[in-house]
Every structure is written in structure tokens, then in C-alpha cells.
């Protein structure tokens, strides 16, 4: 009985002891920072301590006997219990370091969290039991998360504006660059504290004086702000343009105690900068130095011969008849011949001459340092004959000549505006010459430029005064000697000078595109003549109208002619239209289909001064032609030279064959009207008969309200 009672002491004595152990250990636990839970073998909550609770949302034992997975977010539920019965499994011999982890936790209410976890296994004699540890590191994890996307936001403005910073400290000899910087370069951040090195590694070799100097010019006080432009090597070889700029601290005498400042990736701006140089000193067409670099070029070319003592020659070339392509094959084609063009004259000048495109169709060329004025002649006839050769444009093979003008230094001008001056002067001289050649400047071209622009001038106001009028020549048929025909032919009576002979303002409006408005003008006042002589009763007569090619080759040019003979009521076959031979063969790619609309709208067509240019068979076999007009020169002498007399007997002979009707133009002389009559040629027109008359003029002699007279007397 005794024994018993001690023992029942025994045993109160522990469970009083084992009582205050827990109480102590619960005050411990109470007055711990961290979350502490304790679990039994089943993974249920046997005790949580006061901050565990105040994390869990729960009150004072309301958790007790709860899964400890309820305290978990579902998805590292797993996680969690293979790491929980891992660790009540492991003997003692087993026992680790806590597990520690980061795991998504989940209060009473629902909420989740961020939270660090630890287990560690505790034994209460034979039973093994999990002690947790948690934390909430939220906040934590805010920072962290506030931190990556500070670094992040640093990393995205450094790519943003290609931007780093450098930081040169003198008093403690360290050099550093900003680890983003020298990422963006394609290098390792570990070498952020090696900077000089680097920079003295990457810098370019033609930068590297001019860089440094302009840092020791800076330090030393020599200038006030720090900026320099210089390039860094990529790691893949490239080079990166960066712009710096700088301050620096300094003692009170000035010297340089520390240096710091930003790094600029300008690489664009450079490259923006170039692109905008060049688009604003060349031709967006071809590539070829524009207007201002041309005159760039000149101007330096002009200053080295004038150092040397050598020649300087300026070519402006104008392409012939230009407009044609335009105007019948389409923009595009002509966008394709001007730069085949650019390329071939390249190929004909040295890589030390300019070749320029001052627009539309002019290019020039600044031929420097000649020992001989002279060998602009040559450079002019190498360009003439490459440009002899066809251009392949559209699957058309098109023939294209230049007039070329040239003007030396010394000698013509001393300076780009009058060189260019008079280059342009010879190259209209050349141009009047015919094209496809060129002309040295000459003081008198400058007194015919400057006659010519009054010319021009005056022709302008003609158009819009009214100056101009139309006289007829008749065309007289060889079987009964009646008029048959007349020919319109344009007069100009200046106000001042008088009359101006077509001959010489009628090139002035094919060079200026005038005539273009002065050829519809002759159109309308011929058209407007057939009515009127129709309204009054004359039998019906043809009129032939002169249209040059530039005219033909207008867009929509066979519905315009055959709008006007509606506008003013005149019947189609009453329309004659005169174009000379050389002009139509050497356009024929441009106008051959107009000329088929127009006779198929029943407009006649002539060839004018046949026998001077082509004198092919074929083409008169495929083109729509009606009639054939013998050139004077051959007329006036085929009484007197049997080779001339042999060529148009055989020119009329042609015609009639082919079913045309010729026509014998320049008639003077009884002899020649012999012999045309020998030959069979079917009408005639000439001074033999008339000169061109004024309307009433012609009704007179040769028209009357019955039909027509025969020629008078």
C-alpha cells in the first residue's frame, strides 16, 4: 500500500511537471514571432501557437484536429504531405535540417498568401510528431517582386533608349559601367568594374584620339560640357554609335575627383541621319547625286583646278523626245529608262567624274581635273554612242538619243550658275541642231538663248492674244488640174516685229511643249474654217492639218480629234492628218496604235517630206497610211539630176502600188510638172499654183459654191 501511494506520487509529480513543461513551452511558443504548429502521426493539428492562429484567422483552439493541408492552398498540397511524412518517417539517425520551402498558404476566411514553411519531427517518448514552422512573407515577396520589376523596368529603359551610365571614381581608381549597358553591347555584366579596359578594348580605332582627347580636354577644365560621339565594337562585330555625356566632381582646385554620366546607343539617329543626307543630296529615282551635291562637287572640282591649273567641263545632257515615252508607254516606263540611262552613263565617265540628275530627263556631268579641255568632246561621244545602242524597257526595245551641252573652266565661267548657265545655252543649241550631238558654248549661243527666250515669251502671249491665223494651199490633182485639197499652214503676225515664219517659232514650241495648245488651236481654227465653208454652201474639200508627234503622243489624242470634228460638225473623211516621215519613224513605239484609232474613226493620214528619213516598205505596209508626200528637195531636182529624178519616179511608183495617193509637194516649174505628170503622180502642190492664201483668197480663185474652178491663170 505504500509502494502504491508512491507511485501515484510518482506519477502526479510527472503529469505536474509534464504540465508546467507544456505551459513553459506554450509561453515560448506564444511569445515566438513565427508561426509554430505541431501535428500528430495523422497530419492533424495538435497545437498552434498565438501567431500561427493570428495568421490563420483562427481563434484560440479552433484548429486543433483540422488537416494541416486546410492551412494550404490546394495546389502544393501534395508538396506539402510527401514532405510531412517524410519527415515523421525518418529515424534519428535520419534527422535533417529543417525542410524549408515557399508555399502558397490559405487563411480561414479564404485568403492566400505567401508563406515560408519548415518541418523538423520531434519525439514525446515513443510517438513521433511534425513541428512547423510559418511565416507570412508577404511583404516580403512584394519587395522581391517590386524589386525584379525595378530591374526589369531599368533593363526595359536601358533597351528603350539604348542608354547605360558610366561612374569613374579617381580617388579610389574604379572605373564601372552600368551591367545593362554592357549586356546591350552583348558582353558579360561581370565586367561592369573593368570599364577602361573595356572601353579602350571597344572603342574603334578611328574614334579612339578623338574620344580620349575630348575626355582629357574636359577633365583638364579646356571645355565646359562633356559630349562626345564615338563607336563601340558589338560583340557580333558590329559597331555601335554612342554618345556620351558627362560631369564631373571636382576639389576646390579643380581637379577631377570623380567622373560620371550616361552612354547613348544613337546607332538609329546616326543611320536616320545618314538616310536623310543622302535623300537630301541624291535622286530618289536613279541614286544619282541630285542638284545640290552636284553642285557641291563642282564647286570643290572648280577650287582643285584652279589650284592645278587644269580644266573642269560641265556636261548637260537633255534627253530627246522624252515626253513620248511618258506620254504613250506610261510613267513606269519612263521611270525604268531613266534609271537604265543613269547606270549606262556611269559606265561612260571615270570614278573620279560626277555623274547628276538635275530632274525629269536632264543629267549632268562634272568631268574634273582635264589635262585638255578638249576630252569633253570624247566623254560627250563615248555618251552618244552607248546611248546608240537600245534600251530594253517592257519588253520594248527603245531607241533613245541626248543633246549635250558643254561648258569648260576655264574659260566659259568661274562658278556653278554660270557654267550651268552656259551648258544649258549649247545644250538647246544642240538640240535646234536636230539632237543626238553637242555643242562646245560660244558667246554668240548666248545672244540666241536670250533671243530665243524672248521668243518663247512672245509665243505664250500669242496663244492667249490671238495672234496666229491660217492660210490654205491647195493641192491640185493631176487629171483634171482642179483643187482637190488644201493644206492648213499657221502664220503669226507679231504686234511689233510682224510676221514670223513658222520655221523659226515652230521648233521654239516643240522644245517649250507649246505645241501642244498651239496644235489644238490650228485644229479647232481649221475644223472651224470646214464648217463655215459647209454653211455657206462650198462642196465639201479636204484640209490637211500639220500635228506633230508630241501631240500624237498625248494621252486619249484619236478621241480628242475625232471629239472635235463632232463639236463642230464636220465629217472625219473631210480631216486630214500630216505627220513627216523622220518624226513618226523615230517615235513609231510611242503613236503607232493612235494613228490606227484615228484612221479607223476615218481620219486620213499623210506622210510629210517622204523620202528623207526611213523610206521603208514595211512600215508603210503595216501603218494606216493614205497618202505619200514627196519632199521638195527631190521635186526641184528631178528634171535636172537623173538620180534624183530616179528616186522619186521610184517613190511615186511605190505609192501607187501600195494603193496611196502621192503627192508631189514644192512644185515651181513647168519642167517639173512634166515630169511628175510623166510618172503618174496624182496631185500636186507647189508656188507652180499657189501660195498658201487666206480663206477669201482661196474661195476666189479656187472654190465656189457649185464645186471647185480650175486653177486660174
Not at 578611328?206 to 580636354?217: S, W
Not at 508626200?629 to 519616179?649: L, M, Y
Request: negative net charge.
Amino acid at each position: 500500500m505504500v509502494q502504491f501511494d508512491h507511485s501515484l506520487v510518482e506519477r502526479v509529480r510527472a503529469e505536474h511537471a509534464l504540465r508546467e513543461r507544456e505551459t513553459r513551452l506554450s509561453g515560448i511558443m506564444d511569445n515566438v514571432a513565427d508561426g509554430i504548429i505541431t501535428l500528430d502521426e495523422d497530419l492533424r493539428i495538435e497545437t498552434m501557437n498565438s501567431a500561427a492562429e493570428a495568421l490563420f484567422g483562427y481563434a484560440d483552439g479552433e484548429a486543433v484536429g483540422q488537416p494541416f493541408v486546410t492551412l494550404i492552398e490546394e495546389r502544393d498540397w501534395t508538396r506539402v504531405a510527401v514532405a510531412l511524412m517524410a519527415c515523421l518517417r525518418r529515424s534519428e539517425e535520419e534527422q535533417r535540417p529543417d525542410n524549408r520551402a515557399e508555399i502558397q498558404g490559405r487563411r480561414r476566411q479564404g485568403e492566400v498568401f505567401a508563406m515560408a514553411f519548415g518541418v523538423s519531427q520531434m519525439r514525446l517518448g515513443d510517438r513521433r510528431t511534425a513541428i512547423c514552422v510559418v511565416q507570412d512573407i508577404t511583404q516580403r515577396k512584394r519587395a522581391e517582386q517590386a524589386l525584379r520589376e525595378s530591374e526589369e523596368r531599368l533593363k526595359l529603359a536601358v533597351r528603350a533608349t539604348r542608354s547605360g551610365v558610366f561612374d569613374n571614381s579617381y580617388t579610389k581608381g574604379t572605373y564601372w559601367w552600368s551591367p545593362e549597358f554592357i549586356e546591350m553591347l552583348g558582353y558579360d555584366a561581370v565586367d561592369a568594374m573593368y570599364a577602361n579596359k573595356l572601353f579602350d578594348g571597344l572603342l574603334h580605332p578611328d574614334d579612339k584620339d578623338m574620344a580620349q582627347n575630348q575626355i582629357e580636354r574636359y577633365l583638364n577644365g579646356e571645355v565646359g560640357d562633356y559630349l562626345s560621339l564615338y563607336r563601340l565594337r558589338h560583340r557580333d562585330g558590329s559597331w555601335v554609335w554612342i554618345e556620351a555625356r558627362g560631369q564631373a566632381i571636382r576639389d576646390d582646385s579643380g581637379r577631377p575627383l570623380r567622373f560620371t554620366g550616361t552612354m547613348t546607343d544613337v546607332s538609329d539617329r546616326k543611320r536616320f541621319e545618314e538616310q536623310l543626307m543622302y535623300v537630301s543630296t541624291h535622286d530618289p529615282l536613279t541614286g544619282l547625286p541630285n542638284r545640290t551635291l552636284v553642285q557641291d562637287r563642282l564647286q570643290h572640282a572648280l577650287a582643285h583646278a584652279g589650284r592645278k591649273g587644269t580644266a573642269v567641263a560641265v556636261l548637260l545632257l537633255d534627253v530627246d523626245r522624252f515626253k513620248l515615252v511618258n506620254d504613250s508607254l506610261g510613267h513606269q516606263a519612263g521611270d525604268k529608262l531613266l534609271r537604265a540611262l543613269a547606270q549606262r552613263l556611269g559606265s561612260c565617265v571615270r570614278a573620279a567624274d560626277t555623274v547628276g540628275r538635275l530632274g525629269a530627263d536632264e543629267f549632268l556631268i562634272v568631268a574634273e581635273d582635264l589635262p585638255d579641255p578638249q576630252m569633253a568632246a570624247r566623254v560627250a561621244e563615248t555618251i552618244l554612242v552607248s546611248l546608240s545602242r537600245p534600251f530594253g524597257i517592257d519588253g520594248q526595245q527603245l531607241f533613245v538619243t541626248t543633246s549635250i551641252g558643254i561648258a569648260l573652266f576655264p574659260g566659259d565661267g568661274a562658278d556653278f550658275h554660270a557654267l550651268m548657265r552656259d551648258a544649258d545655252t549649247a545644250m538647246h543649241n544642240a538640240k535646234a541642231s536636230g539632237g543626238n550631238g553637242y555643242r562646245f558654248f560660244t558667246p554668240e549661243m548666248n545672244e540666241a538663248a536670250v533671243a530665243r527666250l524672248s521668243l518663247e515669251h512672245s509665243l505664250r502671249e500669242a496663244l492667249e492674244q490671238g495672234q496666229f491665223f491660217l492660210h490654205y494651199q491647195p493641192k491640185i490633182a493631176m487629171s483634171d488640174m482642179k483643187a482637190v485639197g488644201v493644206e492648213a499652214l499657221i502664220r503669226w503676225q507679231h504686234p511689233e516685229i510682224g510676221m514670223i515664219p513658222p520655221g523659226k517659232f515652230i521648233p521654239v514650241a516643240e522644245e517649250t511643249g507649246l505645241i501642244v495648245p498651239l496644235g489644238e488651236w490650228v485644229m479647232r481654227a481649221a475644223l472651224a474654217q470646214i464648217q463655215d465653208w459647209r454653211r455657206r454652201g462650198f462642196a465639201p474639200i479636204p484640209v490637211a492639218v500639220n500635228v506633230s508627234v508630241r501631240q500624237i503622243a498625248t494621252p486619249m489624242f484619236g478621241e480628242r480629234v475625232f471629239a472635235l470634228c463632232q463639236e463642230y460638225g464636220v465629217p472625219p473623211e473631210l480631216l486630214e492628218i500630216e505627220i513627216t516621215e523622220t518624226a513618226m519613224m523615230s517615235n513609231l513605239a510611242y503613236i503607232a496604235d493612235t494613228l490606227n484609232e484615228i484612221r479607223g474613226r476615218g481620219i486620213r493620214i499623210a506622210i510629210d517630206d517622204f523620202g528623207t528619213g526611213y523610206s521603208s516598205l514595211s512600215y508603210l505596209r503595216r501603218l494606216p497610211i493614205t497618202t505619200l508626200k514627196v519632199d521638195r528637195s527631190f521635186v526641184s531636182e528631178a528634171p535636172t539630176n537623173a538620180d534624183t529624178g530616179a528616186i522619186a519616179a521610184t517613190i511615186i511608183a511605190m505609192g501607187r502600188q501600195l494603193g496611196l495617193k502621192v503627192v508631189a509637194e514644192g512644185i515651181e516649174t513647168e519642167e517639173q510638172l512634166e515630169f511628175l505628170r510623166l510618172h503618174h503622180c496624182d496631185e500636186l502642190q507647189g508656188y507652180f499654183f499657189s501660195r498658201p492664201l487666206p480663206p477669201g483668197d482661196l474661195e476666189t480663185r479656187f472654190l465656189q459654191l457649185d464645186g471647185v474652178l480650175e486653177v486660174a491663170g
